[in-house]
Each structure stands twice: as C-alpha cells, then as structure tokens.
C-alpha cells in the first residue's frame, strides 16, 4: 500500500475545504469572535486571587455583561474591572462565591434582571447552576484546559468558523448546531426558534452587541421571537423571598469586611419591558430589594437620559448606547461619591 | 491530555519533532517519551502522577524479585504485594465512595441508624486500565510467562507510555515491553497510515460520538419522563453508536499514534456489531480486556476444566467483575450479569441447536445479539434502575403511551448511522482496514481521508471526554 498520493491529495483537498468554509461564512457575514466560555470566565475569576481596592467586581446576568463597556469603565474611573457576570444565570452563587472564597472587599456591581435575580435558589435550577458551573469551572479547570484554552485564542481571533462554546447558544457554525438548525416537524412539541449569536466578545470579556444585530432589523427579530419562545411557556414562580434572604446574608457579610455593593438595573424595552413589569412589579421586587439592603441603587428607569436607548432586541443595548449608558452612569456615581476608589478628575 | 483537544496536535508534534531528530540515542528516546507521558497525563491532575510511579515501583520490584526468587512463600508474598497495592488503588479510588455507599445502606437495613459523609474522591483518569496492566506483567512474572523487564526505564516506559495511558488498549508485557528493547522507527508508510488512524479515530469521536449521537441518547436517558417505544429505541440505539465510537475512536487513534512512533499496538475492536453471539461478540469487543479477563479471572476460576457447573459459575463472577469494572454502580454490575447470562444460554444452546453458519442466517443472528446488546446498553447508559426500567417497559412496548422526546429528524439521523453501521461491521466482518484501503484506489483513498479531516474540523466539539476515562 503506498500512501504517498492518498496523504498528499488529503492535505491539498483537506486544506482547501477548510478554506472555503472559512470563506463562506464570510460571505455570510460572519466575523472571528472570542467565545465567551467557561475558560474565559476563570481568567476574570483568578483576578480575584489576590485582590486589590481598584477593582470593581460586576455581577449579574447578560444586561450588565452587554451594557457595561469595561474599555470605558477603566478609562473613566482608573478602577480594574473584573467581569462575573454570566449570561443567563442569577448573581447569587457569584457574591456567595466572592464573600466566601476572595478576601475582596472592594465595590462590586451588581446588575438585577428581577426574572434571573429573584428565580430561585435552587441548585439545579439553570439560573443558578449556569453561574455555580462557571464558578466551579475556576477551581477544577485543568492545566491541560488552560493550555488549549490558550492555544484556541489565535484560531478564535482569525478564523470565522472557529467556536470553542460551552452554551448552545454560543455558536452558529458547527456541525452539530448546522443539523439542529434542519430540524423539522413537531413531533417532541413545537421546535424552539433558532437563537442566533448577537455578542461580540473580547477577551477581557467586554461584550458589546454585533454591528448586524444593530443594524438588521429582521437579524434582531429573530432574537425577539427567541426571547419570545423561551419565555412565554409556564415558568416556575419566583422566590422573592428566599432570594432576597440569601442575596442580604452574604451582601450583609461583605459589607461587615469592608466591602461595597451597588445595584444597577439595566435597560429593558418593548415586549421585555412589559412582561416584566407585569411578572416583576418595580415596587414588590426592586424597590424591596433596595429598602432592605440599603445598597446604593439605580434604576435606569430614573434617568431621563436612559430613557430613549436603542435596545434592538428588547433586552441589550446596542453598542453605542452601551457606551453612553456606560458613561453617563459612571458620572451618576461620581456625582454621588459612591465609587470610592476611582481616580478624580 | 485528550486527544480531541488542541494542546494535543501541539504536544504530539513536539513528541514526534523530538523522537525523529538526531539529538538523541535510543535510550535518550525512550526518556524523552517516558517524560512526556508524564507530562501527557500530569497536565490533568499533577499529583495524580505518583499513584503511577508507585504503581510502576512496586510492580518492576516484584517482577525483578519473581525472576530470582525459588522460595514459592516469597514468590507468592511479592505477587500479593502488587495485588494489594494495584486493586488497592483501585478500592479506594474507584470503589470507596461505592462500598461506604452500601456499607451504610446495609447498616440501615439491618435497623442500625448510620450516615456517612460520602468521601469524594477523585477518580484518577485511567487507573483500572493501568493498574491491570501493571498486574498483568507482575502475574506473568509469578507464573513464569515471561522475561523480566530489562531496565527500570523500559518497563516505566511500558507503563506509561502515552498513546494507550489512559482508556487502552490494555496492553500485555510480551507485546510492548519488549519492543522497547531495539530502536524503533516507523517507516513513512507506517507514520501515514498511523496519521491516518488518528484521523478515523478523532472522526470516530468528535463527528460520529459527539455530533451525531451524544445529544440524542443525552435527551433519551435523561429525560424523567416515560418514553414512547420509538424514543426509547432510537436513544439506546444512539448510545450503542456513540459508546462504540468513542471507545473504539480511542483506541484507534491510541494505535495510529504509537504507529507513528514505530510501535504496535493489539487490535482493540474487530467489527463487534456483526458479532454472531455472545462469544464472539467478546471476540471483538474491547479484546485487550476481554482476554484480560479470560486470562487472569476465567482461568484462575477454572475456567472450563472442572465441569460445566463450574465453567458455568467461573462465567457468570467473571462478567460481574468485568461489570463492576467499568463503574462503581450496580447497574453496571446488571450489565455485566446480562453479559454473562447470554454467555451461559448461548452455550447452552449450542449444545442443543446446532446451525451452519451462512451469509442469510448469519445477518439474522448478528442483527439478533446486537438487538440483545442493546438491551444491556440500557443499564450500562441509565444512572438509576428506575430509568433503566422505564426504558426497557418502553422497549419491549409494556408503556401504553409514552412520552414523544425527538423529532423526526433526529430519529431518522440516528437510524440512518446505526443501520449504516451495522452493514459496515457486517461487510467488514472479517476482513480489516488495511486490507479495505489497499484495495482502494489511492485518489479514491485520499478524498475520503480529507472529508474525513473536513468533517472534523466542522464539527470541532467542546473537548468532551472520552467515555471510558471515568472507568
């Protein structure tokens, strides 16, 4: 048996294929992206590993990973951002993790989505399993995932088609995604709409919203019918109350070490805007939340500024306003002193 | 290290980069590949790195000792040494965490109220593989099968070595060791075709395993729901697929890297879907651990000298303990017993029946144990014995109405494989790879490697890890 040719012609033909699918997604629009995985979340965790007072830690869920631009945070305040919020997870087991295993005791941010904030406590439950398996990941990950963590990030920067997701909704373009993607009938119920990337990631894990999801209005809705989708079946009710308990039991903790705490809530609009206010009532959950704690807190909603924001798919903003929300709410803190360890300016 | 993984590509380039370059001797070769193997698994969990050097001591002890001693007290005293220190490793890593399990559980049966704290132990990557076949040489040894090893370098060497570290092949002192003896170097043929193994093996497990059939038998058996008969078959059809390829994916990539490096490794799998019985189903399934078995449990049970009662028992503890092998659980212990009832009917059977084997019957009866093979999969795949109830009650149609859990397209994919591999282990029955591609034309050949090679790098996967490094 002689190889020679089947190796030479499997190189050329291998090669070449590879290129071309590069080469289509391209032209499909797509563009080389960091992924915003579990690897990438424990570099930001490590930061924590020996802690300093010009750090400031946010925590929460996907508006304050979007809308919070960290570039501009650095550079507004001279503080070291530490990014910890996680998409789709409550920022409960994130303080918990902080209080009980950093000896941080500077500000942390923290970003309150009531429907991800007030879900649950329960372990299993996705809120709070999605934040305890990022977390975790820190303290299990292996010298091996460090290395091909690291060995991944220049394919990411220049290949489209590269993806090293732990979330489904995290690529497009693999294989398995691509098979999802043709699936047809009702058989197992209706099929869930497909939930397309919106993210670019950096890996500082500064997120901002893709230039297409800004500007394609029909790319946007098929986001909206994918918030749609997910959120219109029964969804189990919310647990104020043990949340609110457990959130106060380690702020109250970190704030006995020396530690502060602000609760910002994002912007939200359209359909997002209503269901919550109908499931989540400003009074009964935020409100609440901020008598008892005692926290600094700003609600976007109490802003005139933040008032006519461009939020294309209902629940981020786009890029340009999340640099001005960004911004504009450094100033608000500023004014009110509540950044204490910014530089002055 | 896991071969789907970026920082192996990285790390096999290196090895090979070193091994080919003239900077080092034979010996120096040897060093280099026991250091890197080292590293290969250290990269995991570092001082996980000194239960293999404590295995690796004691066993080159004992076996130097077994080639002297005459004394049949001490020569038994140094073999129970590396039995108590390998199959302890094995209690208290794999099986502590199960036996205080049910330690407590009978304590509370018996009315005696006791709770223990479970001990979470980590479970080292590959020690029932490395630990068997550390013992398979001390074994050899005692029962003078064999040479002893010629330096503490080759036999560390013998333990470690990288490819098959970690899931197999389990492989016997007589087959690697001795090959460590001469310089090895694998022709430009041999690298190709070892380059081309790693291909079909990676394909086996990051397209077939992890793309194609993972997310159907996750949905299957993870769902807490009654199955409808259809879903239930499709997920335990798609994990019969899935465990196949990524277990013999392992293997053959394990073969195509040592290749490179000019050495052999056994065959691990030979076509087991179109075995024709039991029998020869562990003929060709997971054969290194199989003959493992056969060699170092059957026989020393007795095998099938002493009666067909006896052969019968001998049987049925060697498929329980090969159960129990592959995962600290009962239900694995179920698997197993299955295993060894269908061995024992089938003997039975062929007492009283007898068939010519031709191509006709044949399909039919190779279709029928992997039928039968499938309804083990079942406890090997459900973590509890209520699901695996459920999907068997679901199987054999016993659930009036059952739960709908995938659509069409996914069934459909999942059928198409599993009968597409069921036909290709039928057609390639008996004869191998090799023999397939040297028929092939070249071109032929090459185009169907590189679709191979597209396919993997469309597929990418997350890096998930082979099944069988958790037994």
Same mark, same amino acid.
């Given at each position: ?345 | ?433 090799? !023999? ?27 890096? !998930? ?7």
């Amino acid at each position: 048996m002689n190889l020679h040719k089947s190796f030479i012609l499997a190189i050329i033909l291998g090669m070449a294929s590879v290129i071309c699918w590069e080469l289509f997604w391209r032209s499909q629009g797509l563009e080389p992206n960091i992924d915003d995985n579990n690897n990438l979340s424990s570099i930001q965790r490590a930061k924590l590993k020996n802690p300093s007072n010009d750090q400031v830690v946010f925590i929460g869920s996907s508006r304050i990973l979007f809308d919070i631009q960290l570039d501009l945070w650095k550079e507004q305040t001279g503080t070291e951002p530490v990014m910890l919020a996680f998409q789709g997870a409550s920022p409960l087991p994130t303080l918990q993790d902080i209080v009980e295993n950093t000896d941080f005791n500077g500000t942390i941010i923290v970003g309150v989505t009531e429907g991800l904030f007030f879900s649950t406590t329960f372990d299993k439950a996705p809120p709070i399993s999605r934040a305890k398996e990022r977390i975790q990941h820190y303290y299990d990950r292996t010298y091996a995932q460090r290395l091909n963590h690291l060995l991944s990030i220049p394919l990411q920067k220049n290949l489209a088609f590269v993806t090293v997701a732990d979330e489904t909704w995290d690529s497009d373009v693999d294989l398995k995604t691509l098979l999802i993607l043709l699936r047809k009938g009702e058989r197992a119920g209706p099929l869930p709409a497909p939930f397309y990337q919106f993210e670019d990631v950096s890996l500082d894990r500064n997120v901002q919203m893709t230039k297409r999801a800004t500007n394609d209005t029909a790319y946007a809705n098929t986001i909206k019918l994918a918030w749609q989708d997910m959120l219109s079946g029964d969804m189990p009710p919310p647990d104020k109350k043990g949340t609110t308990e457990f959130f106060l039991k380690y702020a109250e903790k970190f704030r006995e070490r020396g530690g502060q705490i602000i609760l910002v809530r994002c912007p939200s609009d359209g359909w997002f805007k209503e269901i919550e206010a109908k499931g989540f009532p400003r009074t009964e959950y935020w409100d609440s939340l901020v008598l008892r704690s005692k926290f600094p807190a700003y609600h976007y909603a109490d802003y005139q500024q933040f008032h006519d924001l461009n939020l294309p798919e209902w629940s981020h903003l786009s890029k340009e306003d999340a640099d001005f929300f960004t911004t504009e709410l450094i100033k608000i803190l500023k004014k009110d002193g509540v950044l204490t360890h910014s530089k002055t300016e | 290290m896991l071969f789907n993984s970026l920082s192996f590509v990285v790390f096999l380039v290196l090895v090979l980069a070193l091994y080919y370059s003239k900077i080092f001797g034979w010996t120096g070769k040897k060093r280099m590949l026991l250091l890197a193997s080292y590293v290969f698994y250290g990269l995991w969990n570092p001082p996980l790195v000194i239960l293999l050097w404590i295995s690796t001591v004691v066993d080159y002890t004992a076996g130097k000792k077994l080639a002297v001693l005459a004394d049949k007290r001490k020569r038994k005293l140094w073999l129970l040494l590396s039995m108590f220190v390998n199959l302890g490793f094995l209690a208290f890593f794999k099986y502590g965490d199960f036996l205080l399990e049910n330690f407590t559980g009978l304590l509370n049966a018996v009315g005696v109220d006791y709770t223990a704290r479970p001990m979470d132990i980590i479970l080292p990557m590959g020690i029932s593989f490395y630990t068997f076949q550390t013992m398979s040489y001390t074994i050899d040894m005692y029962n003078r099968r064999l040479e002893p090893a010629r330096t503490f370098l080759d036999f560390a060497l013998y333990v470690t070595f990288f490819p098959q570290l970690v899931a197999g092949p389990i492989v016997r002192a007589k087959e690697l060791l001795t090959q460590f003896y001469t310089e090895k170097k694998a022709t430009a043929n041999q690298f190709m075709w070892g380059l081309f193994l790693l291909t079909i093996g990676l394909f086996q497990k990051v397209v077939l395993a992890d793309t194609l059939l993972s997310g159907t038998a996750d949905t299957v058996f993870g769902s807490r729901e009654v199955l409808y008969s259809l879903d239930a078959w499709t997920g335990t059809l798609a994990f019969s697929g899935q465990i196949f390829f990524d277990f013999a994916g392992y293997s053959t990539c394990a073969i195509g890297i040592a290749l490179m490096l000019g050495i052999t490794l056994p065959d691990n799998f030979r076509y087991p879907y179109a075995a024709i019985g039991f029998s020869d189903l562990w003929r060709r399934w997971h054969i290194s651990l199989s003959t493992w078995l056969r060699d170092y449990l059957y026989i020393p049970l007795g095998g099938n000298r002493h009666g067909i009662t006896r052969m019968y028992v001998a049987l049925m503890l060697t498929m329980l303990l090969g159960g129990l092998w592959h995962g600290a659980a009962w239900t694995f212990v179920v698997w197993g017993a299955l295993h060894g009832i269908y061995l024992v009917v089938e003997r039975l059977l062929k007492g009283v029946v007898k068939v010519k084997i031709n191509a006709w019957n044949g399909i039919v009866l190779a279709f029928l144990t992997y039928t039968l093979v499938n309804i083990t999969w079942v406890f090997f795949r459900a973590r509890e014995f209520g699901t695996a109830w459920n999907m068997i009650k679901s199987m054999f149609f016993l659930n009036d109405e059952g739960a709908k859990v995938l659509y069409e397209f996914d069934i459909a994919k999942v059928l198409l494989i599993i009968t597409g591999l069921f036909i290709c282990h039928w057609v390639m029955r008996n004869t191998s790879m090799k !023999e397939v591609a040297q028929r092939t034309n070249p071109w032929v050949f090459g185009v169907f490697w590189a679709i191979l090679f597209f396919l993997i790098v469309i597929s990418q996967g997350s890096g !998930e890890q082979f099944i069988y490094f958790q037994f």
